[in-house]
């Protein structure tokens, strides 16, 4: 059997009722010996003093399949929950004061009418604050039609970069082109993305270390990038073309400001393929040949790369296998790699890839990555629902964070104190409950990764439903 490549609309199952209050930075676990508080992030105005703690919340029970090992903090609510019904998992990003701000897309319904909407608000310190009203809003796409990317990074001076596209039939003629902005501080102004293509196969943002932006765009079976210059994108380097197809790529930029990208070779919206990554070297692309899948039939989704300020590499994933006679995929762990000197190591390949928290067509479960030093910080779902948040040194070993059930993860930043936040979503519900679900909710773990202690637990921590 070789590599195998495959298109599926997978449909999440509905779960858990999450019963979490909604006020400002709400206390939700604390782990057992108490551990060491690092503190909530700088996520807004010195004046912002802290986390009110809200007490513990009732720990559903022990979850026996994640290791046994423990990364000591609390997990906390970070503000309120934002929007109605998520479409995809939020964006999130610092801006120039270490205020956190976010970018989400609700399904906004009234009698005769389903809007699919695009926001962004900044954190005040102690509310949830707009910026710049509604950005994008469409009444023509269906909801859960096909994948949406949404996308946010600042640039040197802490604007607020934001891209946004739909890879539904006809988007690209009207309902959710690949459209880019820059906020002005008053209003978010377009930038114009030189290369359209009627199939998008993903996009990604990326800094680099003098404040630029950099912007990866699959049109199918290349991948452009750009560089943010003044008001519009000018071309980094020569597109890289893949006749297997480049699927949900992601963008690094390494500290020679040269871009580094990870995608699953697929031709299609929706399709998955194996891992690959390429660097750009100053003259051509290189594959880094990155040894993953290491099985027949296995095929990632979101991958997700990192550049090492030594000139390293670290790559993320959710890795499935998929059954050729059944025709299933079935969720076989995260692997996460690391590229030192030339040869690829393997820091861990368990994890939790399940599919929770959103129904829409988009198969998998989300994975992010983020570097505190030479520590990986890696964030997925677990197969019944529920935040897994892993740190992994470069030496190998985890440290598990006590795993948050009732949300599903999907995407991840490090705050100014180098501690975890993590973009959720609330599990959809028919039940009386409904109008609050769907909703997303940025989680605070209060461990910091640079300080995790390795510690044996009698059994893995669950809290939550």
């Not at 993305?193 to 199939?199: K, T």
Request: glycine fraction near 16%; charge should be negative; include cysteine.
């Amino acid at each position: 059997m070789g590599e195998v490549r495959f298109s599926v609309r997978a449909v999440w199952g509905l779960a858990f009722l999450v019963a979490l209050g909604c006020h400002s930075h709400s206390h939700v676990h604390d782990s057992t010996d108490g551990g060491s508080d690092a503190g909530p992030p700088d996520a807004g105005p010195p004046a912002d003093a802290g986390v009110p703690d809200g007490g513990p919340v009732d720990a559903g029970p022990p979850d026996a399949g994640l290791p046994d090992a423990g990364w000591l903090g609390n997990w906390e609510l970070f503000g309120p929950t934002l929007g109605h019904e998520a479409q995809v998992h939020p964006a999130m990003a610092l801006d120039a004061s270490g205020a956190l701000i976010v970018a989400y897309v609700e399904l906004v319904e009234s009698p005769g009418v389903a809007a699919t909407e695009l926001h962004v608000v900044r954190w005040s310190g102690t509310a949830w604050e707009p910026l710049g009203g509604t950005v994008a809003r469409s009444q023509t796409r269906f909801p859960y039609s096909a994948p949406l990317w949404v996308r946010l990074t600042t640039d040197g001076s802490g604007r607020p970069v934001l891209a946004f596209g739909d890879s539904g039939p006809g988007s690209s003629s009207g309902a959710f082109p690949v459209k880019t902005w820059v906020f002005d501080g008053v209003a978010w102004q377009p930038i114009p993305v030189p290369g359209q293509s009627a199939l998008l196969g993903g996009f990604a943002l990326g800094g680099d270390g003098d404040g630029g932006v950099q912007f990866a765009l699959s049109t199918g079976q290349a991948l452009e990038v750009w560089t943010l210059v003044d008001a519009g994108w000018t071309p980094t380097v020569p597109p890289l073309a893949d006749d297997g197809g480049v699927s949900e790529p992601d963008l690094a930029v390494g500290p020679d400001g040269h871009p580094l990208v990870a995608f699953s070779e697929a031709p299609a919206p929706g399709s998955f393929g194996p891992l690959r990554v390429w660097r750009w070297d100053g003259g051509a692309w290189t594959d880094l040949a990155v040894p993953w899948p290491d099985a027949p039939g296995q095929i990632v989704h979101t991958p997700r790369v990192r550049a090492r300020n030594d000139g390293g590499v670290v790559v993320a994933a959710s890795a499935w296998l998929y059954d050729v006679l059944t025709k299933l995929q079935v969720g076989v762990g995260v692997p996460v790699l690391a590229l030192a000197e030339g040869s690829w190591s393997v820091l861990e390949d368990d994890g939790a890839p399940g599919g929770f928290g959103l129904s829409e067509p988009i198969p998998g479960s989300p994975v992010d990555l983020q570097l505190a030093g030479d520590v990986a910080v890696v964030v997925s779902t677990a197969d019944d629902g529920g935040v897994v948040l892993r740190a992994i040194p470069s030496a190998g070993g985890e440290r598990v964070a006590p795993v948050l059930g009732g949300f599903g993860a999907g995407t991840l930043l490090l705050a100014p104190d180098g501690t975890p936040l993590v973009g959720a979503v609330m599990p959809r519900s028919n039940g009386p409950d409904a109008a609050d679900a769907g909703q997303v909710q940025i989680l605070h773990f209060t461990g910091s990764p640079s300080a995790a202690e390795l510690r044996a637990f009698g059994a893995s921590q669950r809290v939550g439903p």
